[in-house]
Protein backbone atom coordinates (compact mmCIF):
# COMPACT_ATOMS: atom_id res chain seq x y z
CA UNK A 1 0.00 0.00 0.00
CA UNK A 2 1.40 3.38 -0.50
CA UNK A 3 3.23 5.49 1.96
CA UNK A 4 1.21 8.13 1.90
CA UNK A 5 -2.36 6.62 2.20
CA UNK A 6 -0.92 4.62 4.97
CA UNK A 7 -0.26 7.98 6.35
CA UNK A 8 -3.11 9.66 5.40
CA UNK A 9 -5.15 6.86 7.42
CA UNK A 10 -2.89 6.88 10.55
CA UNK A 11 -3.84 10.58 10.49
CA UNK A 12 -7.66 10.73 9.97
CA UNK A 13 -7.47 7.18 12.76
CA UNK A 14 -5.40 9.69 15.37
CA UNK A 15 -7.91 12.48 14.74
CA UNK A 16 -11.03 10.23 15.14
CA UNK A 17 -9.65 8.98 18.12
CA UNK A 18 -8.70 12.13 19.44
CA UNK A 19 -12.48 13.60 18.91
CA UNK A 20 -14.05 10.63 20.95
CA UNK A 21 -11.36 11.19 23.86
CA UNK A 22 -12.50 14.87 23.10
CA UNK A 23 -16.12 13.39 23.38
CA UNK A 24 -15.96 10.85 26.05
CA UNK A 25 -14.28 13.41 28.48
CA UNK A 26 -16.73 16.56 27.71
CA UNK A 27 -19.50 13.63 28.61
CA UNK A 28 -17.64 12.94 31.61
CA UNK A 29 -17.00 16.23 32.63
CA UNK A 30 -21.18 16.95 32.22
CA UNK A 31 -22.30 13.97 33.87
CA UNK A 32 -19.90 14.55 37.02
CA UNK A 33 -21.45 18.29 36.92
CA UNK A 34 -25.21 16.57 37.19
CA UNK A 35 -24.13 14.15 39.48
CA UNK A 36 -22.84 17.10 41.60
CA UNK A 37 -25.69 19.33 41.10
CA UNK A 38 -27.71 16.18 41.77
CA UNK A 39 -26.37 15.68 45.19
CA UNK A 40 -26.62 19.28 45.75
CA UNK A 41 -29.92 19.26 45.40
CA UNK A 42 -30.94 16.23 47.16
CA UNK A 43 -28.65 18.07 50.15
CA UNK A 44 -30.48 21.03 50.21
CA UNK A 45 -34.25 18.76 50.01
CA UNK A 46 -32.85 16.79 53.22
CA UNK A 47 -31.68 20.53 54.70
CA UNK A 48 -35.28 21.38 53.96
CA UNK A 49 -36.86 18.27 55.15
CA UNK A 50 -35.17 18.41 58.34
CA UNK A 51 -35.92 22.02 59.13
CA UNK A 52 -39.93 21.30 58.15
CA UNK A 53 -39.73 18.48 60.84
CA UNK A 54 -37.90 20.44 63.21
CA UNK A 55 -40.78 23.12 62.92
CA UNK A 56 -43.12 20.67 63.06
CA UNK A 57 -42.14 19.43 66.18
CA UNK A 58 -41.08 22.44 67.84
CA UNK A 59 -45.48 23.18 67.10
CA UNK A 60 -46.13 19.85 68.75
CA UNK A 61 -43.94 20.67 71.79
CA UNK A 62 -45.72 24.44 72.43
CA UNK A 63 -49.08 22.54 72.07
CA UNK A 64 -48.49 19.59 74.59
CA UNK A 65 -47.01 21.64 77.32
CA UNK A 66 -49.65 23.95 78.22
CA UNK A 67 -52.08 21.33 77.69
CA UNK A 68 -50.55 18.57 80.33
CA UNK A 69 -49.89 21.94 82.97
CA UNK A 70 -53.35 22.54 82.26
CA UNK A 71 -54.44 18.58 82.87
CA UNK A 72 -52.41 18.88 86.31
CA UNK A 73 -54.02 21.86 87.77
CA UNK A 74 -57.47 20.28 86.91
CA UNK A 75 -56.87 16.61 88.75
CA UNK A 76 -55.38 18.62 92.05
CA UNK A 77 -58.10 21.34 91.91
CA UNK A 78 -60.64 17.97 91.59
CA UNK A 79 -58.75 16.64 94.63
CA UNK A 80 -57.94 19.31 97.45
CA UNK A 81 -57.99 17.07 100.08
CA UNK A 82 -55.03 15.70 99.09
CA UNK A 83 -53.07 18.99 97.54
CA UNK A 84 -49.89 18.72 99.57
CA UNK A 85 -48.75 15.56 98.21
CA UNK A 86 -50.23 16.50 94.51
CA UNK A 87 -47.89 19.27 94.80
CA UNK A 88 -45.02 18.09 95.32
CA UNK A 89 -45.39 16.02 92.74
CA UNK A 90 -46.28 18.55 90.25
CA UNK A 91 -43.47 20.41 91.11
CA UNK A 92 -41.25 17.65 90.04
CA UNK A 93 -44.09 17.41 86.49
CA UNK A 94 -43.26 21.29 86.27
CA UNK A 95 -39.36 20.93 86.40
CA UNK A 96 -39.16 18.51 83.93
CA UNK A 97 -41.82 20.51 81.43
CA UNK A 98 -39.78 23.47 81.93
CA UNK A 99 -35.89 22.62 82.19
CA UNK A 100 -35.61 19.43 80.71
CA UNK A 101 -38.45 18.67 78.14
CA UNK A 102 -36.99 22.38 76.15
CA UNK A 103 -34.20 19.76 75.02
CA UNK A 104 -34.63 17.43 72.24
CA UNK A 105 -34.05 14.53 73.90
CA UNK A 106 -34.24 13.38 77.58
CA UNK A 107 -32.92 10.17 78.95
CA UNK A 108 -34.65 7.23 79.39
CA UNK A 109 -33.70 7.26 82.75
CA UNK A 110 -35.68 10.95 83.16
CA UNK A 111 -38.34 9.98 81.03
CA UNK A 112 -39.44 6.88 83.51
CA UNK A 113 -38.97 9.55 86.42
CA UNK A 114 -40.60 12.19 84.87
CA UNK A 115 -43.79 9.27 83.89
CA UNK A 116 -44.25 8.43 87.60
CA UNK A 117 -44.40 11.73 88.87
CA UNK A 118 -47.77 11.53 86.07
CA UNK A 119 -48.65 8.27 87.63
CA UNK A 120 -48.76 9.80 91.48
CA UNK A 121 -50.65 12.40 89.94
CA UNK A 122 -53.12 10.48 88.19
CA UNK A 123 -53.37 7.98 91.20
CA UNK A 124 -55.38 10.45 93.51
CA UNK A 125 -58.39 10.54 90.83
CA UNK A 126 -58.70 7.27 92.24
CA UNK A 127 -59.74 5.25 94.67
CA UNK A 128 -57.41 3.43 96.93
CA UNK A 129 -59.02 -0.03 96.20
CA UNK A 130 -58.78 0.83 92.85
CA UNK A 131 -56.10 -2.23 91.34
CA UNK A 132 -53.04 -0.04 90.18
CA UNK A 133 -49.95 -1.76 89.14
CA UNK A 134 -46.72 0.09 87.84
CA UNK A 135 -43.67 -2.48 87.26
CA UNK A 136 -40.46 -1.50 86.16
CA UNK A 137 -37.62 -3.91 84.60
CA UNK A 138 -34.97 -1.65 83.93
CA UNK A 139 -31.58 -2.54 82.81
CA UNK A 140 -29.54 0.44 84.87
CA UNK A 141 -26.08 -0.70 83.87
CA UNK A 142 -26.93 -0.38 79.98
CA UNK A 143 -24.66 2.95 78.92
CA UNK A 144 -27.64 4.15 76.81
CA UNK A 145 -29.96 4.28 79.86
CA UNK A 146 -29.17 7.74 80.75
CA UNK A 147 -27.72 9.16 77.36
CA UNK A 148 -30.26 11.97 76.07
CA UNK A 149 -32.51 9.76 72.82
CA UNK A 150 -35.69 10.26 74.20
CA UNK A 151 -37.82 12.85 72.83
CA UNK A 152 -39.49 14.35 76.03
CA UNK A 153 -42.98 13.88 77.17
CA UNK A 154 -43.57 10.85 74.90
CA UNK A 155 -45.01 8.56 77.76
CA UNK A 156 -48.07 11.13 78.41
CA UNK A 157 -50.53 10.02 75.77
CA UNK A 158 -50.39 6.11 76.86
CA UNK A 159 -50.65 7.20 80.59
CA UNK A 160 -53.12 9.74 80.29
CA UNK A 161 -55.83 7.93 78.35
CA UNK A 162 -55.57 4.84 80.66
CA UNK A 163 -56.74 6.95 83.31
CA UNK A 164 -58.93 8.81 80.73
CA UNK A 165 -60.77 5.00 79.54
CA UNK A 166 -60.51 2.99 82.39
CA UNK A 167 -63.18 1.65 84.12
CA UNK A 168 -62.59 3.07 87.45
CA UNK A 169 -66.57 1.69 89.05
CA UNK A 170 -66.33 -2.05 88.42
CA UNK A 171 -64.72 -4.22 91.30
CA UNK A 172 -62.32 -6.18 88.36
CA UNK A 173 -61.12 -2.41 86.88
CA UNK A 174 -57.66 -1.72 86.66
CA UNK A 175 -54.76 -0.30 85.29
CA UNK A 176 -51.35 -2.04 84.35
CA UNK A 177 -48.14 0.25 83.75
CA UNK A 178 -44.94 -1.92 83.05
CA UNK A 179 -41.53 0.03 81.66
CA UNK A 180 -38.82 -1.59 80.38
CA UNK A 181 -35.48 -0.92 78.86
CA UNK A 182 -33.02 -3.27 78.63
CA UNK A 183 -30.00 -3.43 75.33
CA UNK A 184 -30.81 -0.24 74.08
CA UNK A 185 -34.73 -0.84 74.05
CA UNK A 186 -37.54 1.28 75.88
CA UNK A 187 -40.62 -0.03 76.18
CA UNK A 188 -44.24 0.95 77.64
CA UNK A 189 -46.95 -1.09 77.99
CA UNK A 190 -50.10 0.19 79.49
CA UNK A 191 -53.49 -1.59 79.58
CA UNK A 192 -56.81 -0.89 81.23
CA UNK A 193 -60.53 -2.15 81.65
CA UNK A 194 -62.31 0.16 79.42
CA UNK A 195 -65.36 1.67 80.81
CA UNK A 196 -68.59 1.39 78.95
CA UNK A 197 -69.59 5.14 79.62
CA UNK A 198 -68.21 7.73 77.02
CA UNK A 199 -66.18 10.02 77.84
CA UNK A 200 -67.63 13.50 78.63
CA UNK A 201 -67.78 15.97 75.06
CA UNK A 202 -65.49 18.50 77.06
CA UNK A 203 -63.22 16.19 78.47
CA UNK A 204 -60.12 16.37 76.93
CA UNK A 205 -57.26 13.91 77.42
CA UNK A 206 -53.82 13.65 75.77
CA UNK A 207 -52.95 15.02 72.37
CA UNK A 208 -54.39 12.15 70.57
CA UNK A 209 -52.91 8.99 69.03
CA UNK A 210 -52.58 10.89 65.90
CA UNK A 211 -49.74 13.15 67.18
CA UNK A 212 -48.26 10.64 69.21
CA UNK A 213 -47.30 8.70 66.54
CA UNK A 214 -46.78 12.08 64.07
CA UNK A 215 -43.92 12.85 66.79
CA UNK A 216 -42.33 9.32 67.03
CA UNK A 217 -42.46 9.02 62.84
CA UNK A 218 -40.34 12.42 62.65
CA UNK A 219 -38.07 11.64 65.17
CA UNK A 220 -37.54 7.71 65.32
CA UNK A 221 -38.67 7.06 61.39
CA UNK A 222 -38.33 3.09 61.76
CA UNK A 223 -36.99 3.14 64.88
CA UNK A 224 -39.81 2.55 66.86
CA UNK A 225 -43.27 0.29 67.16
CA UNK A 226 -46.54 1.57 68.61
CA UNK A 227 -49.38 -1.28 68.64
CA UNK A 228 -52.88 -1.29 70.10
CA UNK A 229 -54.52 -4.03 70.91
CA UNK A 230 -58.71 -4.46 72.30
CA UNK A 231 -59.12 -7.69 73.43
CA UNK A 232 -63.14 -7.74 74.82
CA UNK A 233 -63.28 -4.90 77.31
CA UNK A 234 -59.27 -4.59 77.87
CA UNK A 235 -56.97 -1.83 76.07
CA UNK A 236 -53.73 -2.77 75.73
CA UNK A 237 -50.84 0.22 74.40
CA UNK A 238 -47.62 -1.15 73.85
CA UNK A 239 -44.89 1.53 72.61
CA UNK A 240 -41.25 0.39 72.06
CA UNK A 241 -38.22 2.53 70.90
CA UNK A 242 -34.88 0.78 69.50
CA UNK A 243 -32.70 3.66 70.92
CA UNK A 244 -29.42 1.71 70.00
CA UNK A 245 -30.41 1.50 66.35
CA UNK A 246 -31.56 5.04 66.43
CA UNK A 247 -28.41 6.26 67.69
CA UNK A 248 -26.75 4.12 65.35
CA UNK A 249 -28.45 6.11 62.80
CA UNK A 250 -27.38 9.24 63.88
CA UNK A 251 -24.19 8.46 64.15
CA UNK A 252 -23.96 7.86 60.27
CA UNK A 253 -25.65 10.62 59.34
CA UNK A 254 -23.00 13.18 60.53
Not at 140 to 161: K, T, W
Not at 227 to 241: G, M, P, Q, S, T
Amino acid sequence: MNTGIIATIIIISAIIIAGLLVYIYKQHKKLKTVTQKSEEADSKYQLLESKVNALQLENLQSRLNPHLFKNVLNSIQSHAYQTYYALDKLANVLDFILYESSDKFVSAKEEIEFAQNLIDINKIKISPLFQLSVKQRIDESDPLFEQPLVAPLISIDLIENAFKHADLQSADAFINIVFEYEAGKLSLTVSNKMSKQAPLKNEKGGLGAATLEHRLKLIYGSHYQLDKIEEKDVYIAHLKINLLEYKNKMLNNR
